[in-house]
C-alpha cells in the first residue's frame, strides 16, 4: 500500500537547532513541519511552515498546537506530557509516546527503569532533598543528579568528597556512583511503528572541562570491533525495552573493566549525531523522520572517519554574533559548518558546530584542534 507522507501535517515541539536542523531533513519530502517554541525569534521560525510561539509546558498551548498536526514529535523533552497523553487518545500519533518522554524527563525514574530492566548502569541511591544527600556520605564518591529540569551540564554536579555535600541539591534527585571510566561513548538508535530497528555507529564524546558540554565528538570510536557491536545491542536492547518509536540517544561509559553502562538516554536527534549530516549515508535527522513518519529505516553505516567541533560563544561576549576565522576554516577540505541561526551570542551558548571529515581517524585530532582555534564566536 502506498502512503502519501507529503499529505500529513508533522508538528513538533522545540524550535531550537535540532529542529531546524529536522527541517531542513523534512524539506527533501515536501512534509509540512509546523513549530511551538516560547521564543519569538526561534532558529525554526523562518524555515517552518507554520510557527506558533507557545510554552510548550503549557497545556493549553501543547494540545491546541498538536491539534493541528497529524503527527507530533520533540526536539527537546521539557515538555507538556499531559496534553500529548490527551492527543494521543484522540488519535493523535505521538512519537516518542507521551508516557516514555515522561519516563525520561525524570532521571529517577529514568535510572530505576534500567534497573527493572536488567540494563547495566551505574549503583544509584534516590534522594528526596539535601539532608538525604548528607546521610549518604559513605556512598561518595558521587555524581547528584537533579530528578527533573536538568539540561545541557545543569543540575548535574560532583560530590568528591564529605565538603561538597553542602552544595547538593535540596530537590527530589540521585546520587549516582562516581564511575573511573575510560571512555564515554553515544550510540543513537532509532525504531519505526513496524518495529525495525537500526542502530549507528559508536561515536566518542569529550566533555568541555568546565561546561559539561560535548566539546569534540569523534566516529567510529577509537574501540574494538567488539565493544561496538556490544554498545550498538545495548542501545538496541534500551529501545525495544521502552517500546518506542522514533530517535534515542544512548549515552554510555566504557568502564576500565570494558564493562559498558547506560548513563542517560535521549529521546529526539542530540549532539552525538551531528555528525551524521556528512558522514553517514542517514543522518540522524532524516532516520527521526523515517522512524516517526512510518517510513523504512535508512543505512546507518559510515562513509569516512569523522569529527564533530561545537560552536560555543566565546567567554567574555554577548551581544550580536560575530563568526571568527569562518574563511580559513571553509578552505579547508572536508570541513563542513553548521550555524543554528541564532543572533545573539552569550558565554557557551551552542552557536553551531564543525563537521570534519578525513580519510584515517588519526587524522581528525589534530584537525579538530585546529579548527576549535579557528573559529570563534565573538560579539
Known amino acids: 500500500m502506498q502512503k502519501n507522507y507529503q499529505q500529513q501535517t508533522l508538528g513538533i515541539l522545540g524550535g531550537g537547532q535540532l529542529g531546524r536542523m529536522l527541517i531542513q531533513s523534512a524539506i527533501d519530502y515536501n512534509l509540512e513541519v509546523h513549530i511551538l517554541d516560547p521564543d519569538p525569534n526561534a532558529p525554526c521560525k523562518y524555515l517552518s511552515n507554520n510557527f506558533v510561539n507557545g510554552d510548550l509546558k503549557d497545556f493549553d498551548a501543547v494540545y491546541n498546537f498538536g ?56 549503583p544509584f541511591i534516590l534522594t528526596e532533598n539535601k539532608e538525604e544527600v548528607k546521610r549518604n556520605a559513605e556512598f561518595l564518591p558521587a555524581v547528584n543528579k537533579l530528578g527533573k529540569e536538568g539540561y545541557d551540564g545543569r543540575g548535574v554536579q560532583m560530590m568528591r568528597n564529605a565538603d561538597d555535600l ?14 573511573d571510566f575510560d571512555k564515554e ?37 577509537n574501540i574494538s570491533p567488539e565493544v561496538d557491536a556490544k554498545a550498538r545491542e545495548l542501545a538496541e536492547e534500551v529501545i525495544q525495552k521502552l517500546d518506542m518509536v522514533g530517535l534515542l540517544a544512548v549515552e554510555m561509559f566504557l568502564t576500565k573493566d570494558g564493562e559498558l553502562l547506560v548513563n542517560e ?62 574563511d580559513e576554516a571553509l578552505k579547508e577540505k572536508g570541513v563542513y559548518l553548521h550555524l543554528y541561526g541564532k543572533k545573539i551570542t552569550k558565554p557557551f551558548r551552542k552557536m553551531g558546530h564543525v563537521t570534519i571529515l578525513a580519510d584515517e581517524p588519526s587524522q581528525l585530532k589534530e584537525k579538530a584542534e585546529r579548527i576549535k582555534e579557528l573559529i570563534k564566536i565573538k560579539a
Open 67 to 122: 491539534k493541528n498536526c497529524d503527527v507530533i514529535s520533540i526536539e527537546i523533552e521539557h515538555v507538556n506530557t499531559e496534553a500529548l497523553l490527551r492527543l494521543e487518545e484522540e488519535g493523535k500519533k505521538v512519537f516518542p509516546q507521551p508516557h516514555i518522554i515522561a519516563l525520561i524527563q525524570d532521571k529517577r525514574s529514568q535510572k530505576q527503569f534500567y534497573l527493572d530492566q536488567g540494563i547495566p548502569t551505574s
Open 185 to 221: 561513548l553515544a550510540v543513537i538508535v532509532s525504531r519505526n511503528e513496524a518495529g525495525e530497528v537500526k542502530s549507528f555507529p559508536s561515536v566518542e564524546c569529550a566533555f568541555h572541562p568546565e561546561h559539561n558540554l560535548v566539546e569534540f565528538l569523534f566516529s567510529p570510536a
Open 265 to 326: 538516554i535521549a529521546p529526539r536527534p542530540h549532539n552525538s549525531g551531528h555528525h551524521t549530516i556528512e558522514a553517514n549515508y542517514t543522518s540522524q535527522f532524516e532516520q527521526h523522520l523515517r522512524s516517526i513518519m512510518g517510513m523504512p529505516l535508512g543505512d546507518t553505516a559510515l562513509l569516512c572517519p569523522a569529527a564533530m567541533v561545537n560552536l560555543l560563544g566565546e567567554d567574555g561576549f554577548t551581544g550580536e554574533a560575530i563568526v571568527e576565522g569562518m
Open 166 to 179: 553542602e552544595k547538593a541539591f535540596d530537590a527530589p534527585g540521585l546520587l549516582e556512583k562516581l564511575i
